[in-house]
């Protein structure tokens, strides 16, 4: 079992890894670049945008009476969003270095950068920053959780449950009391996959492969 979680996680990054690559040849076929941070494009490529761009007022006329009515109910989620990214990083930055978990990064998930298009106008801009901000700012809470969940409660659910996060592979099985005990201070210390590839030899003296947990009879 416990090499097969090795093998599993192994996967898994592997799979980023393919995906980051694609993501990076997808980027050159488009013409741009990444510099300091920001998408860069030729100047021929930005007056093409800018020539494909649609008027505001095209793309109100082009919406429904409910789609323009329902806009105050989206934009209200903005605060408790706000408020969810806020006591999260507080959370973290407090609770983490008690727990010895490292902190979630939390600019690799909040990413604001769409509205840099110049083929959007400014009703699309302002709506790329507003779900780029928010669905960053959730998928930096998942991550936060996910952690934190692998400190308190590393245990599997007993039905399967959907858009679990990939930390749930490494949790004791669902009524495996005896591995509970005997793993709950190793899982705890189980961030090794979060290190740079140069660390990830051991993370306070235990590795994955140390952690054995067999599923037993119910």
């Avoid at 009515?69 to 973290?92: C, H, K």
């Amino acid at each position: 079992m416990p090499m097969q979680l090795d093998q599993l996680l192994e996967e898994i990054h592997e799979l980023e890894r393919a995906v980051a690559e694609k993501v990076q040849q997808t980027k050159k076929e488009l013409t741009y670049e990444i510099a300091h941070g920001r998408a860069v494009f030729g100047e021929d490529v930005r007056r093409r945008h800018r020539a494909m761009a649609k008027r505001a007022w095209r793309t109100i006329r082009e919406s429904s009476f409910l789609t323009i009515a329902t806009a105050p109910v989206i934009y209200a989620l903005l605060i408790p969003i706000s408020m969810l990214d806020l006591f999260v990083s507080v959370y973290q930055w407090i609770c983490f270095p008690v727990y010895r978990v490292p902190r979630v990064a939390r600019r690799e998930y909040v990413v604001v950068d769409r509205q840099s298009l110049a083929y959007l106008n400014v009703i699309e801009k302002v709506n790329c920053v507003y779900c780029g901000y928010c669905n960053g700012v959730l998928a930096f809470a998942r991550e936060v959780a996910s952690r934190t969940e692998q400190y308190w409660c590393p245990i599997k659910h007993a039905r399967r449950a959907k858009g679990c996060h990939n930390r749930t592979c490494l949790f004791c099985e669902f009524g495996d009391a005896e591995g509970y005990a005997e793993n709950l201070q190793d899982l705890r210390k189980q961030f090794r996959d979060l290190e740079p590839p140069s660390k990830t030899g051991t993370q306070n003296g235990t590795s994955i492969a140390n952690i054995r947990r067999t599923s037993r009879p119910l």
